[in-house]
């Protein structure tokens, strides 16, 4: 992982998300990185992101992992592909399935796998684990803003 994360490629203008920005001042700054053909982010979770009960994730952050992660790894893609700076792409569609808890305070592992690249439109399909259990999976749909392009 000797490469700058793909969220600290971003342009200043588009580096303020709050899942990822690395200008964010508040925000989580989710890492992430080539894993071979596969991209990886690592995140342990405060328990201040408590779900519905002790000791688990809420959902929606869970969401935002696979959100994130699979904005990164669609630029990254992208970038590889046309041998291109890295550009910023945005959610067009976010799909979760909730496979089982997901534990806070345990170091969560997403990693991605590009399914397609069609022009500005990249899919993404993700999963979550934490300790070796498959605790979501997604598929995100993610569109290159066209003054990127
Ligand atoms: C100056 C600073 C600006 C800055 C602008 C900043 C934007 C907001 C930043 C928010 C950052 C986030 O939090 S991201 C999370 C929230 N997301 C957003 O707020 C995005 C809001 N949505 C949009 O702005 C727009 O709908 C876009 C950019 C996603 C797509 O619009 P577009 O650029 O006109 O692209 P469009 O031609 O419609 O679609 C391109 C391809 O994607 C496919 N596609 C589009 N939407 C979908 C969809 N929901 N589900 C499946 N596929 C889809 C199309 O079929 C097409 O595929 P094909 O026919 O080619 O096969």
Redesign the pocket.
Known sequence: MSEPAFQDQYPDDYAH?YGCGRLHAEGHHLKSYWDGEETVCRYTPDPKYTGGFPGFLYGGMIASLI?CHG?GTAAAAKARQDGKPISRF????LKVDYLAPTPINTELEIRGKVVEI????VIVDLVVFAAGTTCATGTV?M?Q???QN
Request: glycine share 6%; with cysteine.
């Open positions: 998300c959100d904005a945005v959610t067009a569609s069609k022009g500005r439109k749909v569109v803003l066209k003054e």
